[in-house]
């Protein structure tokens, strides 16, 4: 049985997932197993997957229908044989001391799970760090005000605590205990790691960058998505059952309305974004159906946010007063549509 279980989900990822399984090869801890999901990809990554499981009895490869990133990390954990669980995204890479150092940080400190700072990394090689909190042991009250509120409530004034799986070290066994799955396409990391983190009792911290995420402008989060009211509205849904099973609003009484905002900008944002085929008046007429829905109309008139980075606010005062043709205006500037 391996000590740790590196998941990663593969679609359409030849050009880089050569470091990416490379970065793993590397690791100055080598007992670990990686599993490398292919989700129905259509390029060459699924004979390079099994290319590289030829060459490694600690690599293993699942093949299966396209069902998005949420059903490959699903598999994925259904086939773990080790007590603690990695993720790891195709376009990314791990430093080489990534799983020792959380390995023996976790061990060290008694803790279910590890954390670390991460690099951003630009498609041109620039980088920054970004912390995920403060290094040290956080107990179950520093986990609530540290990762569960924020994941809660706080989505609109930065620094967002953003939910990146791949900053961690899980406990399969509470995972397995407490049945909790990915679900979704989008936001679907958010609500893992609040079910996951409702159920743990201390978590080791290092503020050393262990893992290179990659700013992908081909990414998810820059494409258009058509059903994305629908994926939100099932988000909201689970994200409600969750506060009230834990508790959560307790500390954050106004976490629907804030989230509601939040996920508001983003409907917005994806209306406007380039790769929507509509044009710029039907954009317009759908943001403005968008804001008149029930649940984006009652956040509106409950909540005017402040505090926001710049663009963000403005976007967010634009719509509270119902300014739309300003608001296209300025996205026009900025997409160039």
Avoid at 17 to 39: K, R
Avoid at 46 to 71: E, M, Q, W
Avoid at 178 to 196: K, P, R, W
Wanted: aromatic share 10%; net charge negative; glycine share 6%.
């Amino acid at each position: 049985m391996p000590a740790i279980s590196v998941i990663v989900p593969v679609y359409q990822a030849e050009a880089l997932l050569p470091q990416c399984v490379e970065s793993v090869l590397a690791q100055t801890f080598s007992d670990w197993e990686l599993l490398l999901i292919d989700d129905g990809s259509r390029d060459g990554s699924p004979t390079l997957c099994d290319g590289y499981a030829a060459k490694d009895p600690r690599i293993r490869v699942f093949h299966k229908p396209n069902g998005g990133v949420s059903t490959a990390r699903n598999l994925g954990l259904e086939q773990a044989t080790g007590p603690y669980i990695a993720f790891l995204d195709a376009d990314d890479a791990f430093e080489p001391a990534a799983l020792e150092t959380l390995w023996y940080l976790r061990e060290k400190a008694g803790a279910d799970s590890a954390g670390c700072a991460h690099y951003n990394v630009t498609p041109d090689g620039e980088q920054r760090t970004e912390l995920l909190l403060p290094a040290g042991i956080y107990e179950e009250t520093g986990i609530r005000e540290k990762i569960l509120w924020p994941l809660a409530g706080d989505r609109l004034q930065p620094p967002v605590f953003n939910g990146f799986i791949w900053r961690f070290l899980f406990d399969a066994a509470i995972l397995r205990d407490n049945a909790i799955t990915f679900e979704g396409a989008y936001l679907e990391d958010e609500l893992f790691l609040m079910e996951y983190f409702a159920n743990v009792h201390r978590l080791a911290v290092t503020d050393k960058p262990l893992y290179r995420y990659l700013e992908n402008p081909a990414s998810a989060t820059h494409r258009y998505m058509r059903d994305y009211p629908a994926v939100f509205a099932r988000f909201l849904e689970r994200k409600a059952e969750i506060v009230e099973k834990y508790g959560l609003d307790a500390a954050r009484p106004q976490w629907r309305a804030n989230t509601v905002w939040a996920g508001l900008l983003i409907a917005v944002g994806n209306e406007y974004v380039k790769s929507n085929p509509k044009p710029v008046r039907e954009k317009r007429k759908a943001v403005e159906a968008l804001c008149a829905q029930p649940e984006f109309a009652k956040a509106i008139r409950e909540l005017r946010p402040k505090g926001l980075g710049r663009n963000k606010q403005i976007v967010a005062d634009l719509i509270g007063s119902g300014r739309f043709g300003t608001l296209t205006a300025l996205y026009r500037l900025k997409n160039h549509m």
